[in-house]
């Protein structure tokens, strides 16, 4: 995969509880539509998901997952055959399932975590794998998070996992620190201010933040109207060498990066 300069991946949440109303999808004619947008507006990967995984989320059945995904990939597949899609799912078989059915990467919120057969997957169907870093699970992840230091133990933790990738010889990885997942306000800050740091695990970073609580409670706001924060905080990571920003916005996104592409010319 050639992150030469930043990307930006297009939320597709085929989910009725999202944390933000706008990114929900239902309708085959809704996930097009959307779909194209995201493409005309500067969309290098479209990530589809459909399991909700915001604070205290209910369990969905891997049957019900692969209900809502399947038909969303390969209707956006068959339309827009040239399109990169992201199966967003911590579940081997809906990865399976959603690879052959015409996406193109794996994005795991648990880091191989909720399955223990996820990275014999990845090494089987020899995709590109986004690995994040989550403390607990969507439904107690904000109850207590705790850390030592949130930087080196994330750090750590993503380490760890890389490695043991690496001795399956699964080396296409993406590395996520999780924003929001398992996180306070001041630890997800103190991961912006030093994701700098995260280069050293050698494989590319891609950060979600769009219109997460670290904008909206920050500022006293809704997700609805976190829009310029999500911009912000997109930049400072742009400004920190991140290669792939995963938003719900993506025109806005892609003008900050053109606009930031600007100061680099040299």
């Known amino acids: 995969m050639i992150l030469d300069s930043p990307k930006i991946m297009g939320i597709l949440n085929i989910t009725p509880d999202s944390f933000y109303s706008g990114s929900r ?22 990530d589809i ?11 969905v059945s891997v049957d019900e997952e692969i209900n ?19 199966i967003d799912t911590f579940r081997s078989s809906v ?4 690879i052959n059915a015409g996406a193109s990467l794996i994005n795991d919120i648990s880091g191989g975590d909720g399955d223990p057969e996820m990275f014999q997957t990845v090494k089987k169907l020899k995709v590109p794998y986004i ?18 230091n949130v930087v080196q133990d994330v750090y750590r933790a993503l380490s760890l996992k890389l ?11 993406i590395a996520d620190v999780g924003f929001g997942f398992g996180k306070t306000m001041e630890h997800n800050y103190e991961l912006l201010a030093n994701l700098d ?21 920050a500022l006293d706001i809704t997700p609805e109207e976190s ?23 993506v025109k806005e996104a892609k003008e900050m990066i053109r606009l930031y592409s600007l100061t680099n010319l040299s």
């Open 68 to 86: 809502r995904v399947i038909p969303a990939i390969s209707a956006v597949k068959k339309a827009f055959p040239e399109a990169v899609i992201s």
């Open 197 to 217: 740091y995260f280069h050293s695990l050698e494989c590319p970073v891609i950060v979600g933040i769009s219109r997460k609580s670290m904008v909206y409670k």
């Open 227 to 249: 829009l310029n924060g999500s911009v912000v905080l997109n930049t400072i990571a742009t400004q920190k060498g991140v290669q792939i920003l995963r938003v719900h916005d």
């Open 25 to 46: 999808v239902s309708s085959a004619s809704e996930v097009l539509s959307r779909a194209e947008k995201m493409l005309l507006n500067g969309a290098n990967f479209l």
């Open 163 to 173: 490695n043991e990738l690496r001795l399956l010889g699964v080396t296409d990885v």
């Open 95 to 98: 990865a399976m399932a959603a």
């Open 49 to 59: 998901g459909g399991y909700s995984s915001k604070p205290g989320a209910e369990d």
């Open 131 to 148: 690995i994040m870093h989550m403390q607990g699970t969507p439904k107690t992840m904000q109850k207590s998070p705790s850390y030592k």
